[in-house]
């Protein structure tokens, strides 16, 4: 009844004194139809509504402004009535080229290109192109919804480009890529001053580039090479950007490279978080250095002026550790150091006193040196910037972070550092449900959108009843499986964290509010899917039918591509009703094909 009486009111128009009885009708249809469904668990029944004419829809959204804060939310209901409604099979890309997102303000398409000798980046300007338009030349598809804007060569043989790395900054300026080179095994570890007492052994190094290209004419206004490292490029795992501030993470040498891009599209060295904390760290450990090598009795006091090692009660275990690694460390410098580094340093230091002024202190103190091994054996594998000051760094068993893909199920932590004050403001495991709390009613600081319009902004748990409702089914799901449980629900709720950034698709067609679709064909992240026979089916909220369908491959797949796997790539523009779908066929003679579709609003 209350849909009714608002598709009527906006197709009537009503007076300014009906609103509050409006929104009044609206927050009891909320309330009868969302919140027993969330407090229930069962399946959140469709809101329909009449009002399913675009002409109606744009009338009430210019004549109502709505409440505060819900002015993007309310003009992505035009969504429901704007989509691709047509598929353009077989689309034949021009250059051999390896298809990969939009910009986010939608002007540019960013591909890769296939070739072994020479890897370049080709950007084309997005032009919209009516049905009229582009079907007197089907043979000119690609040609017709880009334009060829500017192609880049920034690496040759041996480097690899990294098609899974790319990134852009705010504004659509810069373009970040990454390629890599294989470390010989026989090359030693580099060595610019002293070797990170964290660093670990791993077996493939590579030499990491990163590339930032400016958009407006393609030229490469700065790189970086990280030599003999390991940063995990798949995804945007290894590398982070906020602003325009840029984290690298070297799991190698379990070190955080804070950079920051100017104006002028070249980076700065901010800070290297993991063995220092401080700028005067490693001038207090010199200075100890000097001291001890003249009288190794002479440095004990020297080393407490550390800002890394801190004050108070239950630091004092850890200076004489320190101490005492740092002095086997100068009497034999060949040998591998046991010096405790300054941010695993502060990490034990916050558990020491949170066990030391619990409430169980026997207990937790007993526990802590139980596990003291454990946590001094922890390893960076992922970290994201929250906020302005605040890094969510993720720790892991040398294991996992060896094979760079770690278990949902798994133990894992979570330090929140603050990088300026290099305090750490909190850890916690991965089974810890008051993080899943924050992360359910904070998820925007995570997934961090830098989209310039407030219409592709991505509905989290946090904004959104409809992703909040998705977000607490799956952790049911996981929490009444038969090798599930309350712990791995948990873990598996957190195994997002830290976000890795621009891994979400920011278009409206993936608002839990306006569509629903099957997750096992399509999702919302930027990741491949397996290609199954049926077509992604997008369901309207309005009036729970389909609106409409995304099918990639051919329009009449040979029988012989049945039985090959076929994985498929989603590519949504951020704004306009326009998709790509690229299908990858791997045949069993280990042959490889491609089946690019256009899908366009006729």
């Given amino acids: 009844m209350a849909s009714e009486s608002s598709a009527l009111h906006a197709a009537t128009g009503g007076n300014d004194g009906d609103d509050d009885v409006l929104r009044h009708l609206r927050r009891q249809t909320a309330a009868r139809t969302i919140q027993p469904a969330l407090r229930g668990g069962g399946s959140a029944p469709l809101v329909r509504s009449r009002c399913n004419n675009l002409t109606l829809r744009l009338q009430a959204l210019s004549r109502f402004r709505g409440r505060p804060n819900t002015q993007a939310p309310n003009f992505r209901t035009v969504y429901n009535h704007v989509y691709p409604s047509t598929t353009l099979y077989d689309v034949d890309v021009q250059q051999d080229l390896s298809l990969r997102k939009f910009s986010p303000c939608g002007r540019y398409f960013v591909a890769f290109s296939r070739h072994t000798a020479a890897h370049s980046v080709s950007v084309f300007q997005f032009k919209w192109s009516t049905r009229s338009e582009e079907a007197s030349r089907p043979e000119q598809l690609w040609s017709s919804f880009f334009r060829s804007h500017f192609t880049t060569t920034v690496a040759h043989a041996p480097d690899t480009l990294s098609k899974d790395f790319c990134l852009f900054t705010e504004h659509s300026r810069y373009l970040l890529i990454a390629s890599t080179r294989a470390t010989p095994r026989d090359m030693d570890l580099p060595s610019a001053g002293r070797v990170s007492s964290e660093s670990l052994n791993l077996s493939s190094l590579e030499d990491v580039t990163l590339f930032v290209i400016s958009l407006q004419d393609g030229t490469i206004t700065t790189q970086r090479t990280f030599p003999a490292d390991s940063i995990n ?24 490279h804070l950079l920051q891009l100017r104006d002028d599209g070249s980076l700065l060295d901010l800070m290297t978080i993991g063995e220092f904390c401080s700028e005067d760290d490693r001038h207090c450990l010199d200075s100890a250095l000097r001291s ?3 009288g190794p009795h002479r440095f004990a006091g020297t080393l407490s002026f550390s800002s890394s090692f801190g004050s108070g009660v239950g630091n004092t275990v850890f200076q004489q550790a320190a101490s005492q690694g740092f002095a086997r460390h100068v009497q034999d410098r060949s040998a591998p150091t046991t010096f405790i580094a300054g941010l695993k340093h ?14 169980h202190r026997d207990r937790d103190i007993a526990s802590f040196g139980f596990h003291f091994k454990d946590y001094s054996a922890l390893c960076m594998t992922k970290a994201q910037i929250i906020g302005e000051h605040l890094l969510v760094i993720k720790y892991c068993s040398p ?10 199920g798994s133990v ?10 290099t305090k750490v403001v909190n850890v916690f495991c991965n089974d810890d449900e008051a993080l899943l709390k924050i992360y359910e009613q904070c ?7 830098l989209f310039d319009t407030p219409v592709c902004m991505l509905p989290t748990p946090a904004n959104s009843v409809w992703a909040r409702y998705h977000f607490q089914r799956s952790i049911a799901a996981v929490r009444t499986s038969r090798n599930g449980g309350f712990t791995q629900s948990v873990r598996r709720g957190l195994g997002v964290l830290p976000v890795a950034a621009q891994s979400y698709r920011d278009s409206p067609y993936f608002d839990m509010g306006l569509f629903t679709f099957d997750e096992k064909s399509i999702s919302h992240t930027e990741r491949l899917k397996h290609c199954a026979d049926h077509v992604a089916k997008f369901y309207s909220r309005l009036h729970g039918g389909v609106s409409f369908r995304i099918q990639a491959g051919p329009r009449y797949p040979l029988p012989s591509a049945h039985q090959a796997k076929k ?4 590519i949504f523009h951020p704004f306009l009703p326009f998709a790509i779908t690229v299908q990858h066929v791997i045949h069993s003679n280990a042959s490889t094909s491609c089946c690019t579709n256009f899908h366009v609003r006729d």
């Fill in 233 to 256: 490029l798949t995804h945007n795992s290894g590398i982070h950007l906020f602003g325009d501030l840029v984290v690298v993470l070297s799991t190698q040498h379990q070190l955080i």
């Fill in 292 to 294: 001890a090598q003249a």
């Fill in 346 to 359: 502060r990490i034990l230091a916050f558990l020491w006193r949170r066990a030391y002024f619990g409430q």
């Fill in 399 to 408: 294991a996992q972070a060896a094979m760079r893909v770690g278990s949902s």
């Fill in 412 to 421: 894992a932590f979570f330090v929140v550092y603050n990088y300026v004050t």
């Fill in 443 to 449: 998820a925007d600081f995570f997934r961090q959108s």
């Fill in 567 to 570: 994985l498929v790539s989603h």
